[in-house]
C-alpha cells in the first residue's frame, strides 16, 4: 500500500501545470484583481450598513463588483476628470458609497419584508373570543 501511495506521488509531481494560452496570463490577474477589489469594496459596504438578514459571499461580490464598477463611471460623469482610474482614492470612496446605497436599499426592501410578515401573521390568526 505504501508502495501505490509513493507511485501515486511521483505520478502527480511529474504532471505539468496547466497550459494557457499565451497572453491569457494578464487577462487572468486583472479579472482576479477586480473580484478582489470588488469584495473588498462589499465588505466595506456590509461594515457600514447592518441588514437584518446577512448577505453570503456571492451576494457580497455582487453588491461590490456594481459598486466598484458604477461607482467611479458615475464619479467620472459627474466630475469629468482628466486622469482616471478605478485604483484611486476618490473611485474607491465612489465605489463604496454606490454599494452603500445598494445595501441601503436592500435593508430597506428586508425590513418592509420582515414587517409585512409579522402584521400578516397577525391578521390571519383566529380572533380570541
Same mark, same amino acid.
Given at each position: 500500500m505504501e508502495q501505490n501511495f @509513493?507511485?501515486?506521488?511521483e505520478m502527480f509531481l511529474q504532471v505539468p501545470p496547466p497550459h494557457m494560452s499565451p497572453g491569457s496570463e494578464p487577462w487572468v490577474a486583472a479579472l482576479l484583481m477586480w473580484l478582489g477589489y470588488s469584495l473588498v469594496v462589499g465588505l466595506v459596504a456590509r461594515a457600514i450598513v447592518p441588514l437584518p438578514r446577512p448577505l453570503g459571499t456571492f451576494a457580497t461580490i455582487l453588491v461590490g463588483l456594481v +459598486?466598484?464598477? +458604477?461607482g467611479p463611471?458615475?464619479?467620472?460623469?459627474l466630475l469629468a476628470p482628466k486622469e482616471t482610474s478605478p485604483l484611486r482614492p476618490e473611485s474607491? $470612496?465612489?465605489a463604496a458609497t454606490l454599494a452603500v446605497a445598494i445595501l441601503v436599499i436592500i =435593508?430597506? $426592501?428586508?425590513? @418592509?419584508?420582515?414587517?409585512l410578515g409579522r402584521t400578516s401573521?397577525? =391578521?390571519?390568526s383566529p380572533a380570541r373570543e
Open positions: @509513493r507511485k501515486f506521488i +459598486g466598484a464598477t +458604477g463611471l458615475l464619479k467620472d460623469f474607491f $470612496v465612489a =435593508r430597506t $426592501v428586508q425590513l @418592509r419584508l420582515l414587517h401573521s397577525r =391578521r390571519t
